[in-house]
């Protein structure tokens, strides 16, 4: 389990204005926290920060307590997994793409990670063999976000981050992907990045950034309640 506190956050790209300016958030153990936000609100920067890839200029962010800058990449790898708009799938098939993430992943194992990213749906229409050997790029892009997903959770990572995972779908394919990425990851401290603040009721906390500063943060009802 893992502890995240982000305090005080500066970050600048180069000489421009802060894209991060006094972004402050803190994650217990099993906590989800949405950050909400539209384009270049600085969304992208903070999960680059949490995975140490961009340069913090001040503030800190603490991992179980120690600060990050004290941690190497590969030690910010082993407790933060970062899923991508676009995620890499092997020229391989979906069990082979399993498999390959899994360190040394039983069968039972990989089969419990595909019910928990819901791609079970998918194994009882087409049948867990069909799906299993079929070719991981030609997967569509929601199941490809819960093959991410099963992948993932087969290094069962401390924090998982999500950048923007309905991004590229149609809103109702979107809808159905973000209510079975929120089944799957309650009780896993979770970082879900997105510009829509439907559809996250489940959530922890909405924290709103806008122009690199946090303009709102609270509930989903508290969010929506607003005039
Ligand atoms: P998103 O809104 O999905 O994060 P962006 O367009 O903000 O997409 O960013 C896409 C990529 O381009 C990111 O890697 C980001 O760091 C980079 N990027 C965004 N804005 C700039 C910029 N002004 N100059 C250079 N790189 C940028
Ligand atoms: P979001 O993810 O919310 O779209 P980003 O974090 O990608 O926002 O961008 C925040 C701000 O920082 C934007 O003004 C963007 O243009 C700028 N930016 C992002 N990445 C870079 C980069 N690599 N170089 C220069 N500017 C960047």
Do not use: C
């Not at 970082?191 to 946090?214: A, K, N, S, W, Y």
Request: hydrophobic fraction near 40%; proline fraction near 4%.
């Amino acid at each position: 389990p893992l502890t995240i506190e982000v305090d005080d956050l500066l970050v600048r790209h180069g000489e421009r204005r802060p894209a991060l300016n006094g972004v402050s958030l803190t994650l217990t153990p099993g906590r989800r926290v949405a950050v909400v936000g539209p384009s270049g609100a600085g969304k992208s920067t903070l999960l680059s920060a949490l995975m140490r890839t961009v340069e913090i200029e001040s503030g800190t962010i603490r991992l179980n307590g120690t600060d990050v800058r004290r941690l190497s990449s590969d030690d910010v790898r082993a407790l933060v997994t970062g899923l991508t708009q676009d995620p890499y799938v092997f020229q391989a098939t979906v069990a082979d793409n399993l498999r390959l993430a899994g360190p040394q992943a039983s069968t039972e194992e990989v089969e419990a990670a595909v019910r928990r990213a819901r791609l079970d749906a998918w194994t009882e229409r087409t049948g867990w063999d069909t799906v299993l050997g079929e070719d991981g790029r030609t997967v569509s892009g929601g199941q490809l976000q819960r093959l991410a997903l099963a992948r993932a959770l087969l290094y069962d990572p401390p924090v998982l981050l999500l950048d923007e995972p309905a991004e590229a779908l149609d809103e109702e394919t979107a809808d159905l992907l973000m209510a079975d990425l929120l089944d799957a990851t309650r009780g896993r401290t979770t970082v879900l990045v997105t510009h829509r603040l439907h559809g996250l009721e489940q959530v922890d906390e909405i924290v709103v950034l806008e122009g690199g500063r946090v303009t709102q943060r609270g509930t989903h009802a508290d969010l929506v309640a607003v005039p």
